[in-house]
T-cell receptor, first 111, second 116 residues
Framework: EDQVTQSPEALRLQEGESSSLNCSYT??????LFWYRQDPGKGPEFLFTLYSAGEEKEKERLKATLTKKESFLHITAPKPEDSATYLC????????????FGQGTELSVKP | GAGVSQSPSNKVTEKGKDVELRCDPISGHTALYWYRQSLGQGLEFLIY????????KSGLPSDRFSAERTGGSVSTLTIQRTQQEDSAVYLC??????????????FGPGTRLTVL
């Protein structure tokens, strides 16, 4: 069964304290892996797509990486406005267009 | 440009009533998706429309749930005889569709459904 697991479930950081969020997957036929950010009461906001092991993408304080079994979202010197839930999702071959999501990591950054 | 829009933003209904949720995708996107996000749960796929092809209904939890997409654009998700366990946020997403390389899905703000 295709499965996506995110850890930790919740992460509390002090402003400026860098850390990483993990997304591990057990799937057949990975076509792509997506990272989204979701603020309370809002829909997920697209951050990155990764397609192959070794690929990296960056946006401001965020950097996403991909291996054959997992992806990391690295947050460098976070600010309070980075507080949100970060969602990982996989896009598979032979599964139509649907995304399979992990449970998310709730990030809180305190000033 | 305009993103995915959904209406209503909030809906409170009584158990047993029918509800309709609406989604307006991004202009030019041929693929449209519905997901459900329950408290403490991840996003759960419900249904997927791609152009004029038959929809992928594999995620619909029961026959009380149905969806249609008119004219390849606006979609309506209908829940008949609502139950308390249907309470959730219903999210719509759209993408460029088959043939596009990344097929990134862009989400709307969601409709929060509460069944009393």
């Amino acid at each position: 069964e295709d499965q996506v697991t995110q850890s930790p479930e919740a992460l509390r950081l002090q402003e400026g304290e860098s850390s990483s969020l993990n997304c591990s997957y057990t799937v057949s036929g990975l076509r792509g892996l997506f990272w989204y950010r979701q603020d309370p009461g809002k829909g997920p906001e697209f951050l990155f797509t990764l397609y192959s092991a070794g690929e990296e993408k960056e946006k401001e304080r965020l950097k996403a990486t991909l291996t054959k079994k997992e992806s990391f979202l690295h947050i460098t010197a976070p600010k309070p406005e980075d507080s949100a839930t970060y969602l990982c999702a996989v896009y598979l071959y032979n599964q139509g267009g649907k995304l399979i999501f992990g449970q998310g990591t709730e990030l809180s950054v305190k000033p | 440009g305009a993103g995915v829009s959904q209406s209503p933003s909030n809906k409170v209904t009584e158990k047993g009533k029918d509800v309709e949720l609406r989604c307006d995708p991004i202009s030019g996107h041929t693929a449209l998706y519905w997901y459900r996000q329950s408290l403490g749960q991840g996003l759960e796929f419900l249904i997927y429309f791609q152009g004029n092809s038959a929809p992928d209904k594999s995620g619909l939890p029961s026959d009380r749930f149905s969806a249609e997409r008119t004219g390849g654009s606006v979609s309506t998700l209908t829940i008949q005889r609502t139950q308390q366990e249907d309470s959730a946020v219903y999210l719509c997403a759209s993408s460029l569709g088959q043939g596009s390389y990344s097929d990134t899905q862009y989400f709307g703000p969601g409709t929060r459904l509460t069944v009393l």
